[in-house]
């Protein structure tokens, strides 16, 4: 797999954590290394993490933005609204782009809307990576068949992502004019207004 367009990562820290011992510095490098070494090589790598903990401190630069959430639900939507917008904003400098998911699945509706929208993602040529706890077998992958999947130890570790069964990855156009932003469903919808309700706290 290659791709030369930008790459963005949305990281849910609540439920992944990084492991004791390693710092967000090396974590960002390590999943450069890790996407770079699948092929994943384009021109920057823009980090997304969202939390509810108010100890994490980190200075955002160009390329980490850190975003403070109230709870799980309003983070979840939070995120995915995240990524269409970060899709809008990147459109512009062309080539695939390539999302890094690392979140877990919401009960209920909540997993539907995010499924969803991530096969809408894929549908229109973008690729969609994901992150699973250890132990996790690819067959019980709680969203869409994504085009590279890493366990989140062998993520932290810069390591190679886990071996998929006939990995795809679809080029369908849909005729568009803006690709990126189409599919604003009601789950992405759900997002926009969790977002601005948020905003007004």
């Known amino acids: 797999m290659h791709a030369d367009g930008w790459t963005g990562v949305f990281w849910d820290m609540d439920e992944f954590p990084l492991p004791p011992g390693l710092d967000v510095n ?19 790598v823009d980090f997304f993490a969202y939390t509810s903990s ?3 401190n980190y200075r955002d630069n160009e390329f980490f933005t850190l975003f403070k959430v109230e ?13 269409l ?3 809008y904003k990147r459109q512009q400098y062309g080539g695939t782009k390539s999302l890094l998911f ?8 909540d997993n539907d809307t995010m499924i969803s929208f991530l096969n809408q993602l894929f549908d229109r040529g973008h690729c969609i990576l994901t992150v699973v706890p250890d132990g ?3 067959e019980n992958f709680d969203y869409p068949e994504p085009t590279l999947a890493w366990y989140w130890s062998d993520l932290c570790s ?4 886990i071996e998929l069964p006939d990995p795809t990855f679809s080029d369908d156009d849909s005729g568009s004019s803006s690709p990126e932003t189409d599919g604003a469903d009601q789950g992405v919808e759900r997002a926009r207004e969790t977002d601005v309700a948020h905003s007004r706290n």
């Open 158 to 161: 810069g390591n190679k992502s």
């Open 71 to 83: 709870d799980k639900r309003s983070g979840f939507y939070r995120l995915l609204h995240g990524m």
């Open 85 to 87: 917008n970060w899709l």
């Open 26 to 44: 090396q974590f960002v490098k390590n999943v450069k290394l890790a996407i770079s070494s699948e092929g994943f090589r384009g021109p920057e």
């Open 102 to 109: 690392i979140a877990k699945a919401m009960p209920g509706e």
């Open 136 to 138: 996790c077998s690819p």
């Open 54 to 56: 108010d100890s994490f």
